[in-house]
């Protein structure tokens, strides 16, 4: 079994933001694989189901970004499963070009809230992430109105794109794994 959890905000006013790009993952994920996510529990909506062969879980959390460990470390301890072995969290970051993705078997939050706090509940950083650029925000810009804002114009092609490639390398992650999924879907756009 395999948790994939992309963080975001629950919420209408909070679709198609840069800090929701998980939850845009999870989406496309769900839909190219027919899982239905939309039992609530855990403090997420989640769905069960199977890609390519391998059992997995759609988590998206509903506790808003900063308190994403809590939804997640009950997940994994309901489940008991192995956070290090079992776990995959897809996140914004401002500091990778727009479509830019980078996996990681472990590491810092970056600076990275939910993050931050997923680590926090489990008291370390060994567990698989995905993150995917946004862009820096633009000289003037207060961080947290650049990433709860939309995007606009040319970014969103990029970004439905780079979706498309982020379940492209969870795809490859699960079937061939980590390793293989880090060496060709880790690469600057």
């Known amino acids: 079994m395999f948790v994939i959890v992309g963080l975001g905000n629950p919420g209408r006013q909070y679709e198609g933001t840069r800090h929701n790009i998980g939850y845009n993952v999870i989406d496309v994920l769900a839909e190219k694989h027919g899982i239905k996510v939309k039992d609530i529990k855990h403090k997420a909506i989640m769905g069960k189901g199977s890609v390519y062969g391998h059992k997995v879980f759609l988590v998206k959390p509903l506790t808003f970004m900063n308190l994403s460990g809590e939804c997640v470390k009950r997940v994994i301890d309901y489940y008991k499963l192995n956070e290090k072995e079992e776990l995959a969290v897809i996140v914004d970051d401002v500091n990778l070009e727009p479509g830019q993705i980078r996996m990681r078997v472990k590491g810092s939050d970056g600076g990275h809230n939910g993050l931050k706090n997923i680590i926090g509940h489990f008291g370390h950083d060994e567990f698989i992430r995905m993150k995917i650029g946004v862009g820096n925000k633009p000289a003037g810009y207060d961080l947290a109105g ?44």
């Open 146 to 189: 650049y990433v709860l804002g939309h995007f606009v114009g040319e970014e969103r092609k990029v970004m439905e794109e780079s979706v498309a490639n982020a379940v492209a390398a969870i795809e490859c992650m699960l079937e061939d794994g980590i390793d293989k999924a880090m060496n060709l879907h880790n690469k600057k756009v």
